[in-house]
């Protein structure tokens, strides 16, 4: 039997309750936006696209808003926010001074190093995090005298930022510890029951994975805080700055929740299997008892070409799913698979653990947290 017989093609369509959102239907990009203005100067939750994932946002000087993002979320107090910034007019000829106008409400000290970052990659899918200044809630840095900060490139976001004119404290748009969602349909399945909550519908997320986070707020290198969409060697041949890795003090490291061994989860069990070893995997999920459910194999695609599939009975046990073995491809589309997998009734999910490499590395973070956390009555849920 040829492979491609065995190809799940993923319906690219969901099918999700009818959006009860009016301002998605007809209304132009200027009059969503200030309908979005409104709901923040209310003190009230939206959700707004980004280029990396969908966001939950609020006023950031509304201390009674961003409380309202912990509780619909489920997120713990101490674990603080990301305040997405406007970028200055792309034709301003005083960059610099614009982006210091900016920061200066949020960051009370601008390392010149951050300076060079955000003069290369903002805005875009990189957070820095700064010593804050006095008048920046603490509900909002979770009680940290460090505060995080990002400009995001998805015009939608930077049209709503320009016309709020304040900063909006957003994280991602999913449940406490859940998979990130990188559509406006994504967002509404995830708050199914919040029917008034206000989606700006800015299509599929560019980036399909949450930012790369860098500490700028003590002496010495960035540090990185969580791997994401920009790696460091992207860093380094555009900026030569090194960025330090590795363990981090514990006692005096900030929280960071992506730090959570398990996060980003389905609740299907999701196990990784060793990349180039797809075929004892492959036997190994025939042997599963699959009490009627079904194996979801996920594959390079590569491997479509030199491959032996297992025949009759056996080939209704398994869909086989394909993925580019490259990692921005791969991470665009992670999170709509993992959702669409999860919602597909398997009995488990089998991923191919990335290769090794830098490139890879935002990815297998966040499928290592995926794994530990899967599963419906797995121990290592979220209050881990
Ligand atoms: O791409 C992104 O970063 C998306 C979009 C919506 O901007 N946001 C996002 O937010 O991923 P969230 O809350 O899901 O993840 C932000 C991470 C959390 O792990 C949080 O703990 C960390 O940033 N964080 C926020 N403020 C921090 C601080 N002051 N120090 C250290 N980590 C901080
Ligand atoms: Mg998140």
Known sequence: MRLEQHVLLLPMIWVFPPNPNKFETHLSDSQRIAEAVSVLRRGDLLAMPTETVYGLGADASNAIAVEKIYQLKGRPANHPLIVHLQAPPADSKQKEEDWLAILSPWARHIPESALVLIQHFWPGPLTLVFQKSKSVLDCVTGGQDTVALRSPSHPLAQGLLKAFGGGIAAPSANRFGRISPTSAAHVRAEFIDCNDLLILDGGDCQFGIESTILDVSTEGAPRLLRPGSITLQQIKERTGIDVVTGAQDIVSSPRVSGSLKAHYAPQTPLYLYSGDQWTAQLQKCLQEDLLGKKVAL?????????????????????????????????????????????????????????????????????????????????????SS
Do not use: C
């Not at 959702?339 to 488990?348: A, P």
């Open 298 to 382: 996920v594959l390079w695609d590569q491997e479509q070409l030199n491959t032996a599939l297992p025949q009759d009975d056996d080939a209704n046990k398994i869909d086989y799913i394909f993925v580019p073995q490259e990692p921005f491809q791969f991470a665009q589309g992670l999170y709509r698979l993992l959702r669409d997998l999860d919602q597909s009734n398997y009995q488990s999910i089998y991923m191919p653990t990335p290769p090794a490499g830098e490139d890879w590395d935002a990815v297998r973070d966040r499928l290592q947290r995926a794994s530990f956390g899967s599963g419906p009555s797995s121990s290592n849920h979220i």
